[in-house]
């Protein structure tokens, strides 16, 4: 079975420039998460979406973050525009309705400069 | 106070010690609990689920106190490949919090 895919593994861009990541979870898992993970800390949640309605956002910085799972499936997560700060690894997991183990993908290694 | 709080670390052991990782959280009213395991530039795994009457799998040892809220993790005859770090896992509902982790190396 193939676990959550994302892309790109790493991302460098100068601030103020726009960056997208890309989300595939696994399949049949309804429930996905964007989380946020710097240096030394653990994963930070951004958004938590059941199937396509995003139910949890409140941690996402709304006015530069946006997200989408268009029919449930894939999602992306947007930044526009990125700051220094910005500057994590984001990862995406997924789950099922009926388990709370979450399956991480590889994440996104984002440096702006 | 944080909502999920761990040792620091960093712990660094030769093979074959046994040691110990506490967490504290913060929200009572917590209904599941976890270890993830992470290694250097990877993605989180889970380790083991905690229950409420502590559980094991193989040299690793859940334990939970409700009462005190803490979970802890205990590792023993420890492995070179056990180095990672550990990190503590709270859910209430749907809301899934992460400690910041703690660091185990072992050394030959």
């Known amino acids: 079975e193939a676990g959550v895919v994302q892309s790109p593994r790493y991302k460098i861009i100068e601030k103020k420039q726009p960056v997208a990541f890309w989300c595939n979870p696994i399949s049949g898992h309804n429930t996905l998460y964007w989380y946020r993970q710097n240096l030394g800390q653990g994963p930070e949640l951004l958004i938590r979406y059941e199937n396509e309605e995003a139910v949890d956002d409140s941690q996402l910085p709304k006015d530069r973050f946006s997200a989408e799972r268009l029919k449930g499936v894939d999602s992306t997560l947007k930044i526009q525009p990125a700051e220094l700060g910005d500057s994590a690894v984001y990862l995406c997991?997924?789950?099922?309705?009926?388990?709370?183990?979450?399956?991480f993908g590889p994440g996104t290694r984002l440096t702006v400069t | 106070r944080k909502e999920v709080e761990q040792d620091p670390g960093p712990f660094n052991v030769p093979e074959g010690a046994t040691v110990a990782f506490n967490c504290t959280y913060s929200?009572?009213?917590?209904?599941?609990f976890f270890w993830y395991r992470q290694d250097c530039r990877k993605e989180p795994k889970l380790l083991m689920s905690?229950?409420?009457s502590g559980n094991e799998d193989g040299r690793f040892t859940a334990q939970l106190n409700r009462a005190s809220q803490y979970i802890s993790l205990l590792i023993r005859d420890s492995k070179l490949s056990d180095s990672a770090t550990y990190l503590c896992?709270?859910?209430?509902?749907?809301?899934?919090?992460f400690g910041a982790g703690t660091r185990l190396t072992v050394k030959p």
């Open positions: 997991a997924s789950r099922t309705h009926d388990s709370y183990e979450q399956y």
């Open positions: 905690v229950y409420s």
């Open positions: 929200n009572s009213a917590s209904q599941s």
């Open positions: 896992v709270i859910r209430n509902n749907n809301d899934m919090r």
